[in-house]
């Protein structure tokens, strides 16, 4: 089975079912999509002020226009996102699990980041600072949570989770 690493928060929000789309400056590989992929919490520290500001935007969406615009730009389910959040920033909270394995989903045939703006009745979808990652958004459908997450170092791009054949007992 493949494997994804994505940076926290947003790979606790794929499997809290709070981020539908995994965005990414390139198309997923044909043969991939439809296929179950491990959602892998990469090793990087979660950026806590990005976070914060996530955090802080949809949990007062409704407060102002420009607010809720921005709300909408992340295509986040907002009442899904907001634990997740919060465990990712606020210093008390139980900290996101880092460079494991937390699940998996279904990887949808990639769509335009423009047209899923659109659906989101935005300009631009993007749900980090990085405005060159949201040219192509990877649907992630049928999760399944983990019951405890396993610890792995990931890579970039897509990679072989290990059978659990592979492990030398």
């Not at 007062?60 to 634990?83: G, I, Q, V, W």
């Not at 494991?100 to 703006?117: F, K, Q, S, V, W």
């Amino acid at each position: 089975m493949k494997a994804l690493t994505i940076w926290q928060p947003w790979a606790s929000l794929i499997m809290a079912g709070a981020k539908p789309y995994e965005f990414r400056r390139w198309k997923a590989y044909p043969s991939l999509v439809g296929q179950r992929i491990v959602i892998h919490a990469a090793a990087r520290k979660i950026d806590r002020e990005e976070a914060s500001y996530l955090y802080n935007v949809l949990k007062h969406r409704n407060d102002c226009d420009e607010l809720k615009a921005c709300a909408a730009e992340t295509c986040l389910f907002a009442e899904k996102a907001l634990p997740v959040l919060g465990d990712a920033w606020f210093p008390y909270r139980k900290p996101l699990p880092l460079s494991c394995g937390l699940g998996t989903a279904i990887l949808g045939d990639p769509r335009n980041g423009l047209e899923i703006a659109e659906e989101f009745g935005v300009a631009r979808a993007n749900d980090s600072d990085r405005d060159d990652h949201a040219n192509w958004g990877w649907p992630l459908t049928d999760i399944e949570l983990w019951d405890e997450p396993i610890p792995m170092s990931g890579k970039q791009g897509f990679w072989n989770w290990p059978e659990p054949s592979d492990f030398e007992l």
